[in-house]
């Protein structure tokens, strides 16, 4: 068995590295959770996001009407491969415009919000950046016990609660977010919504959170009275929890890929550093090595299996749970091998974004201390360990 791409995509996988080499600086890399952090680099990655959305790669697989290419999952594995690799920036429009709020505007908007919305994603525009509100204190892996509420009245939704931990809301213009809109529902599960909101109305205030390293990439928000239009309902009223549900696993599939360009991009500036610094005769240091080698590809290979089913039509349920927390132990390991290689190098910090990536300045740094927040994101290994006991063995459900 031999797995190969086509000529097309291999053209079009020469067409990124080209762009890579015009665009981004040599030594470029982008540490986790930076890109919100200073004005100057935000405004550095939007003109990235201009720049693919010229090419026509941003929203690439999104239907032409609405800003995309109808590109294949094929082509798109391409770039998501790219994009992991060189880390190339402003692929988002966010935390979610490009990956669940376009998709889910098309599996449940109306056809006036994919017109209103999509577009000024799909060009790059800064009005096109979403942040996601779904956690609050009291609900985080149990999302279900989510408290904001968005009540009717009249032609509007008055919304009152907290959100935390939300990315780019700093940077966003719109909020995709969860609210209780009938607190009086049978079950948790029932009487969630999802609604849009202007990050410009008043009431919204975003009050910044530094996480343990210094960097300003998730906040607090607060809704105070904050009045939405109804229009900005997304699909049905009370319906919110089972169309994420339907959405997220769907939407997250391609994560993978690009988290595998990346992983393979650590590991081959790593075997470059250990062989320039002599260190490859240390039996730890080869064995951690090959060990990373080895989990990568079995990444690449179930990565794909997950586009594979997502361009055969079907939807993907446990699969991206299962990729998220193999990529979760891959970055665990090797940023531990990682460390061990750079030495004392390893602790030196990165500032700004021209750098040499995980050579004498230690990006390795950046990789293990957001370890822990990478494993939080988009949902805990136990979450996720959940979900794959539920749709991919048949366990009797967690909630
Ligand atoms: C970098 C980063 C960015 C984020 N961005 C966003 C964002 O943009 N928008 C947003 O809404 N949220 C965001 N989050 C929040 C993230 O979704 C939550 O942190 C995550 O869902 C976990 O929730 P929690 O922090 O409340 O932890 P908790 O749910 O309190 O979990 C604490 C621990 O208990 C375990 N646990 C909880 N329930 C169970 C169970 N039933 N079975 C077994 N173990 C369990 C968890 O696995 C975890 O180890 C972000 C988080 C991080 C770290």
């Not at 062989?275 to 240390?282: F, I, N, S």
């Not at 594979?308 to 091998?337: A, C, H, Y």
């Not at 979900?387 to 967690?398: A, D, E, K, T, V």
Request: with cysteine.
């Amino acid at each position: 068995m031999e797995f190969q791409f086509g000529q097309e995509e291999e053209l079009f996988r020469e067409e990124i590295r080209n762009f890579v080499k015009s665009e981004l600086p040599a030594d470029w890399a982008m540490g986790m959770f930076e890109e919100g952090d200073s004005d100057e680099t935000w405004a550095f990655i939007m003109s990235i996001s201009r720049k693919l959305s010229e090419k026509g790669w941003l929203t690439m697989t999104w239907p032409r009407e609405y800003g995309g290419q109808g590109a294949s999952a094929w082509k798109a594995l391409v770039y998501s491969e790219e994009v992991g690799y060189w880390g190339i920036p402003g692929t988002g429009m966010g935390v979610s415009g490009v990956s669940w709020v376009g998709p889910s505007l098309i599996l449940f908007g109306t056809e006036e919000q994919r017109r209103k919305y999509m577009p000024l994603i799909a060009a790059g525009h800064p009005d096109g950046v979403w942040c996601t509100g779904y956690s609050e204190p009291n609900a985080g892996s149990d999302f279900a016990n989510l408290r904001t509420q968005a009540l009717r009245a009249g032609g509007e939704y008055v919304i009152n609660g907290q959100k935390i931990w939300t990315s780019s809301a700093h940077r966003a213009r719109w909020c995709w977010l969860a609210v209780r809109t009938d607190p009086n529902a049978q079950t948790r599960h029932a009487g969630i919504s999802i609604i849009i909101v202007d990050m410009k109305s008043p009431g919204v205030t975003v009050r910044p959170i530094r996480n343990y390293i210094g960097n300003h990439h998730f906040n607090e928000v607060f809704f105070d009275d904050v009045r939405v239009p109804v229009e900005n309902l997304v699909g049905e009223e009370n319906r919110g929890w089972y169309q994420l549900m339907r959405s997220l696993g769907y939407e997250r599939g391609g994560v993978a890929v690009s988290s595998c360009g990346h992983n393979k991009r650590v590991l081959e500036e790593l075997v470059r550093y250990a062989a320039e610094k002599g260190l490859l005769d240390k039996a730890e240091i080869r064995q951690g090595l090959a060990q990373a080698a080895i989990d990568i590809e079995v990444q690449r290979l179930l990565a794909y299996e997950t586009i594979w089913k997502m361009s055969q039509g079907k939807t993907p349920t446990f699969e991206p749970s299962r990729d998220k927390v193999l990529n979760d132990e891959i970055l665990k390991s090797l940023s531990s091998v990682g460390m061990d290689i750079l030495g004392p190098f390893s602790q030196l910090r990165r500032y700004g974004r021209s750098l040499n990536w995980f050579h004498d300045l230690g990006g390795l740094r950046s990789l293990y201390w957001n370890l822990i927040g990478m494993s939080s994101a988009a949902g805990t290994e136990f979450t996720q360990k959940n979900i794959i006991g539920q749709f991919g063995l048949g366990l009797p459900r967690s909630y």
